[in-house]
């Protein structure tokens, strides 16, 4: 019998993993990231929606790993291989990173779109992740879905349509 897919919802500062036939979409891509690591060959993927690009912005006590990059990208491998994906065939994809708002002063605290990005390619450089496709930056939100069997992202940006990575 034919299991029908199912598309697994990742939330603002969440992570999850799928294998095929589902599907793994999440929402409301502004300023986050959609950071997606995957096996081609297991049909295994995982998705972060990365909203800070440092864990030391954190307050205190435990914090979420999958609200920042330096600590989601990790926790995403760890939780993939656990699952049996294989580290030497781990490909990553991302998108978001918008600049949601327009700031007369040049403050770099304000660039979290940017920060985010180049937060998430800086880990994925020091764990040998290569990035198989982004769709970054620009002023627009994204909502992204990821398949596991075909390694295909469909992205939907606001007011430019559909395209895939």
């Known amino acids: 019998m034919l299991k029908t897919a199912e598309i697994i919802k990742v939330g603002i500062a969440d992570m999850n993993i799928v294998k ?13 990231v ?14 972060a929606h990365v909203m800070l690009p440092d ?22 491998l760890a939780v993939l291989l656990t699952q049996g994906a294989q580290y030497s065939r781990i490909k990553a994809k991302l998108a978001g990173g918008a600049q949601m708002f327009q700031f007369t002063a040049s403050n770099d605290m304000m660039r979290i779109g940017p920060r985010n990005v180049d937060s998430i390619v800086s880990e994925l450089k020091g764990l040998r992740i290569p990035i198989a496709g982004q769709d970054v930056g620009g002023s627009s939100g994204r909502t992204i879905e990821f398949n596991p069997k075909t390694g295909l992202m469909q992205i939907r940006t606001v007011n430019k349509g559909n395209s895939e990575l």
Do not use: H, Q, W
């Open 20 to 32: 095929s036939p589902d599907l793994i979409r999440t929402t409301g891509l502004g300023s986050c």
């Open 34 to 47: 959609g950071v997606v690591l995957y096996d081609l060959a297991r049909e295994l993927a995982g998705m």
């Open 55 to 76: 864990s030391s912005l954190a307050r205190s006590g435990p914090i979420n790993k999958a609200k920042y990059a330096d600590t989601a990208v990790k926790e995403l």
